[in-house]
């Protein structure tokens, strides 16, 4: 019985670095074997995969612009030649762009829908297709999808319709796959934000601090552990959808 084969296989889009990186590195130390994706970010997506095969986990590098059907295609394809049972999915890749609603252009508008949202929907529905004996699908949402941001207006409507998708595929993929997701707020500061910027939005936050890696792998944790759990979204921003 060859047991290295056996072992699940996780695929994690916008796994090279920051928040996809930290999912990708958590469930390879749970013992999964990880896809993980990437676009741009080769040189990354390289010393991620070599921090994964440090720990004695399988890492399958997956190239793909996610904003191109044929592209999805091609990368689920590379999936079906991997022997682990595929059993989960996290959709951890997007692009956070000013976005005012009355001033963005056309293209921008579709990269951050593309990204943001088709694919998330593509994704899934490519996975549940090869989730033969079920698995879980989680989808990583923002706690600005229920937040009015007038300068980030196309992003918070990709994250609004992120999860919403994750609703109505929890219900049609039910019983056999779940389907939840996670809604952070201050996680990781953006290359865009200064420390004094950072801090101002910790104090907006109610819990006077912003989150943790641990704090974010433990929600993770609970929605792939907890079998009675889908359709959920964990808001995990200390509060911040309250103000």
């Known amino acids: 019985m060859d047991t290295d084969k056996e072992m699940p ?22 013992g999964y074997a990880i896809g993980l994706h990437y676009h741009s970010s080769l040189t990354e997506a390289q010393k991620t995969a070599n921090e994964i095969r440090s720990i004695g986990v399988p890492v ?39 976005s005012d609603l009355m001033k963005i252009e056309i293209e ?3 990269k951050i829908m593309s990204l943001n949202i088709r694919s998330v929907w593509l994704t ?23 937040k009015n941001w007038t300068g ?14 994750t609703r109505l595929m929890a219900r049609q993929l039910a019983p056999s796959i779940r ?14 934000l200064n420390e004094e910027e950072w801090q101002a939005l910790i104090d907006r936050v109610p819990m006077k601090k912003a989150g943790d890696s641990q704090q974010f792998l433990a929600a993770l944790d609970f929605l792939l ?19």
Do not use: C
Not at 69 to 91: A, G
Not at 182 to 189: E, F, N, Q, T
């Open 60 to 98: 399958y590098l997956l190239g793909a612009d996610l904003t191109r059907e044929q592209e999805i295609n091609d990368l689920f394809k590379q999936i079906d030649e991997i022997q682990h049972p595929f059993k989960v999915l996290v959709n951890s890749a997007a692009v956070l762009m000013r």
């Open 179 to 192: 389907v939840n997701a996670i809604a952070p707020g201050l996680l990781l500061r953006g290359s865009d």
């Open 9 to 30: 296989l996780a695929m994690i889009t916008g796994a090279a670095r920051r928040v996809g990186k930290l999912i990708a590195l958590h469930l390879a130390r749970q």
């Open 108 to 110: 921008d508008w579709e």
């Open 225 to 243: 552990n907890n079998e009675y759990i889908t359709g959920e979204i964990i808001t995990l921003a200390g509060g911040y959808q309250l103000v």
């Open 124 to 146: 899934s529905r490519e996975s549940a297709l090869r989730m033969k004996t079920g698995g879980t699908i989680i989808n990583i949402s923002d706690v600005g999808a229920r």
């Open 152 to 165: 980030y207006g196309a992003y918070v409507i990709s994250k609004a319709a992120v999860e919403t998708l």
